[in-house]
């Protein structure tokens, strides 16, 4: 058996030091976008809807891709896995980095995903078996203050570099250093690999593309086309019978290709609900705010990425305090707390003005940031902890493949409120301004009345959308009060008796 499956005294440092400046380095790279989406639609000529894409075509290979990453795991070794995804991940970003039109950029972007599909659940399972379960939490918040400096550091730099540059420097700042990353990598993993005697099905393969696939691209095209189109509505339909006919499928199998069995642990399933929901409410801040900042307000890259900085601190100091309490308290306090700040913060969100104050939004923003890293890692980790090791790499692939059709499908919904909102309060202003108008207004007045709506309507559609992402938060909220402790459920296969057929 390989390594990496066995709980030892020393967990394996230096593995893990390798696979999270790995991971480190793809977090910072979507974090870097993020401010850079208003400078890319301006200078590319395209809408919040098609924009919204470089985030949800990202998370559409993801969901492919992740839901393969439990056979991959089990199959091939930490280093070929590691070299393989750095690799994909560096191809990419030079892709996007020498893009001209927005097809190229959302390829290279893809491309980057691919990468990034096999990191995350990689290393959440060496993590897995390397600690144990009374250490886990702690370990947990180490990795989460690495990774979580990522969003400390993304939005001011990449605000400095916009500002500064043109925004492909984004993609040729990570370049040099995903290089390296690789060629350390390639140097410094050893580890080896049994020959593992599994085969990945084709026929699964392709229902989870078509499953998984289907709900992330018409979700995400609804923002786009509208949900009455036949993109959207169609790609749904198929996504579902799709989903359906491969959670079947695997149910018959010895060996699935992802075990939806883990949904047997009761606290699995109620952290996967809590995450899933929590990460539709969480992409509002991601995608409404820098709109809002520079749009709207006219806030510079700069000052926008400045004003997401104490919050990403507060975030990354709060991960290891996180985890030493989830060690000695478990999840449930902490779920509670966190979701309960979330949402009156996702609620003040929605109280925006043409004047709110900078510092307002500052300190806003850092209150939900630490709302939100007291729910994270401890929900999904105290579900984790139920599950016995053989699970792992399947609980692992299902929690980051649900946070991709959570994240998509929050993503869609923001988006379309935020439109159909913004377009029904522009008619509204537009009919209430032509009652009040007297006598024929001169071109300039009318040209200045127009933006002056159309400014008004699209802060109103945020608000809206920031609305329904607290209500989102609030059912989150209460699912919380179901948490207890998890402890690792016996494994059916671990209590045979010895000669029986596993």
Aim: hydrophobic share 50%.
């Amino acid at each position: 058996m390989d390594h990496s499956n066995k709980e030892t005294n020393r967990p394996p440092y230096g593995i893990l030091a390798v696979l999270m400046i790995g991971a480190f380095i793809a977090f910072l790279n979507n974090t870097l976008l993020n401010i850079a989406l208003p400078s890319i639609m301006k200078e590319l000529d395209i809408g919040p809807s098609t924009v919204q894409w470089l985030t949800t075509g990202f998370m559409l290979v993801n969901g492919i891709l992740i839901p393969t990453t439990a056979f991959l795991i089990q199959k091939y070794s930490v280093r070929r896995l590691f070299l393989v995804a750095m690799g994909l991940f560096t191809v990419g970003t030079i892709i996007a980095g020498i893009a001209h039109t927005f097809p190229i950029l959302l390829t290279g972007r893809m491309v980057q995903a691919s990468g990034t599909a096999i990191m995350m659940p990689l290393l959440m399972n060496v993590m897995l078996v390397s600690f144990p379960i009374e250490k886990r939490g702690t370990a947990m918040g180490i990795f989460g203050l690495i990774l979580m400096s990522a969003p400390a550091i993304g939005p001011t730099l990449s605000g400095w570099i916009v500002e500064h540059y043109d925004w492909r420097m984004l993609f040729h700042f990570v370049t040099p250093i995903a290089a390296l990353i690789l060629l350390s990598g390639f140097f410094l993993l050893k580890d080896k690999k049994g020959r593992v005697d599994i085969h990945l099905e084709k026929f699964s393969l392709l229902l989870s593309s078509v499953g998984f696939g289907g709900l992330l691209y018409g979700f995400s095209s609804a923002g786009n086309r509208g949900w009455d189109s036949p993109h959207v509505y169609l790609a749904i339909i198929a996504g579902v019978i799709g989903l359906v006919w491969f959670i079947l499928r695997q149910l018959k199998q010895e060996s699935p290709m992802l075990n939806f069995r883990i949904f047997k642990y009761p606290m699995f399933s109620l952290s996967s609900a809590i995450t899933m929901v929590l990460n539709m409410a969480m992409f509002s801040g991601m995608l409404l705010l820098p709109i809002y900042v520079q749009t709207i307000r006219g806030i510079s890259p700069f000052d926008a990425g400045l004003m997401l900085l104490p919050g990403a601190i507060l975030m990354s100091l709060m991960s290891p305090i996180t985890g030493r309490l989830f060690d000695k308290f478990g999840g449930r306090v902490l779920a509670i707390i966190g979701l309960g700040i979330t949402t009156v913060t996702t609620y003040y969100f929605s109280t925006l003005t043409l004047d709110t104050t900078y510092t307002y939004l500052m300190v806003l923003h850092a209150i939900r940031m630490l709302g939100i890293s007291m729910v994270m890692m401890p929900v999904s980790t105290n579900g984790l902890n139920q599950l016995p090791a053989r699970f792992y790499p399947h609980g692992t692939a299902m929690n980051n493949t649900l946070n991709q059709v959570s994240g998509a499908i929050g993503t869609a919904l923001l988006v379309t409120v935020m439109s159909n909102r913004t377009e029904t309060h522009a008619e509204e202003m537009a009919a209430d301004a032509m009652k009040n108008v007297s006598g024929q207004p001169s071109p300039a007045a009318v040209a200045e009345m127009k933006q002056q709506i159309a400014m008004k309507a699209m802060l109103e559609g945020i608000n809206d959308a920031f609305l329904v992402a607290a209500f989102i938060a609030a059912v989150a909220f209460i699912l919380t009060f179901f948490i207890k402790r998890a402890r690792p459920a016996e494994d059916p296969i671990e209590q045979q008796p010895a000669g029986s057929k596993a």
